[in-house]
């Protein structure tokens, strides 16, 4: 994203600095580049949609936003990472522990492997609340949280163990310690994945509701782009590693500009009318190291040109934050 780019998306939030920015991240793991483009900015209050397909670099980019990439025995090689506008790449361990939770706080992925299956939810819970407010009322305040994530029966929740919980129960659990230090961002990742429809969509209402009350940005990592459609006010599509487009979330989810985002789309069935067609989206994408030269999405791509197999595409602004990986060709076009 050019400096220009940068300078309109602070004005267009009113003149805040975004509450976390990604600035041309490359995410290295194992010697390999998992993602070499991440362009991504969340405002106070915004609610912004991560999407694509497995494999495509959402979740490790979620965690560069805070500072754990090393846990996973990762690290950024090119780029910055910026929180409230200060920048935060190649900040020490105490940096980043000032930030997370505080400022920014994640949910990970799959609720049950996120909890200890040895401890009962109540001392989790406990850590979480104490770092925190460590003068209060630590059961007090655990249960004003279960109370704010609108869990059942909190008592029997606190003196339970993860296995004891549904799996609606337990991210709920694991929301209400995310908010435990009222940051200003909660990134959730996949929050709805392997929970019927009935209980991911109380997830999604109570995420939305949380945002609102809280004044939080919320970053919502999913593959369901009707979950995406109703939650969030922006979204970007990653593939293969880069960000291929970025905007309004009802620009890019009716109108997209990029074909891989338009196959991603018609393959998915949350947006279909009824009688719609469904198309399949073929082929599998590339693995990391095997990424293609020029577009990575060209061996799948229907509308692929010459010229797609080596000009690498660069992201454009069309001057209305709407991102767009672009190959150039004389004039701008697809």
């Known amino acids: 994203m050019s400096q220009t780019s940068q300078t309109s998306a602070v004005e267009a939030a009113g003149g805040d600095a975004p509450v ?4 041309g991240i490359a995410i290295e793991i194992g010697g390999t580049e998992i993602v070499t483009q991440a ?3 969340i405002d106070p209050g915004e609610s912004v949609g991560l999407v ?3 494999g495509s670099g959402k979740s490790v980019t979620c965690r560069a936003f805070t500072g754990i990439l090393g846990f996973i025995g990762g690290n950024t090689t090119r780029g910055h990472v910026l929180v409230e506008g200060n920048d935060m790449t190649g900040a020490t361990s105490d940096g980043w522990r000032q930030v997370r939770g505080g400022t920014i706080a994640l949910i990970p992925q799959a609720s049950l492997a996120g909890l200890d299956p040895v401890m009962k939810v ?3 819970m406990a850590e979480v609340v104490r770092r925190y407010d460590n003068k209060g009322d630590v059961r007090r305040r655990s249960l004003e949280l279960l109370d704010q994530v609108q869990m059942p029966q909190p008592e029997r929740v606190l003196n339970s163990y993860p296995h004891e919980l549904s799996g609606g129960m337990r991210q709920r659990a694991m929301i209400a310690m995310g908010i435990a230090g009222r940051p200003k961002l909660l990134i959730a990742d996949e929050p709805t ?4 429809a009935t209980v991911q969509q109380a997830i999604l209402d109570l995420l939305r509701r949380l945002r609102d009350e809280m004044g939080m940005a919320l970053l919502l990592v999913s593959h369901d782009l009707g979950a995406i459609r109703s939650a969030t006010d922006r979204v970007a599509v990653m593939y293969a590693g880069t960000l291929v487009e970025s905007g309004r979330s009802s620009d890019v989810l009716h109108q997209p500009r990029h074909p891989y985002s338009a196959a991603l789309i018609a393959s998915d069935p949350s947006l279909m009318e009824r009688g719609e067609r469904l198309r399949g989206l073929f082929g599998d994408p590339p693995q990391p190291g095997s990424w293609p030269v020029g577009c990575r999405f ?3 791509c229907a509308h692929a040109q010459d010229r797609c197999q080596d000009a690498a595409p660069e992201l ?7 991102l767009v990986a672009y190959v150039r060709s004389g004039e701008l076009e697809l």
């Open 20 to 23: 976390a920015e990604l600035r």
């Open 39 to 41: 362009d991504l900015a």
């Open 52 to 54: 694509g397909e497995s």
């Open 122 to 124: 109540g001392r989790q």
């Open 193 to 196: 994945t392997a929970l019927d």
């Open 298 to 300: 060209q061996p799948r």
């Open 316 to 322: 454009v602004d069309d001057g209305n934050r709407h």
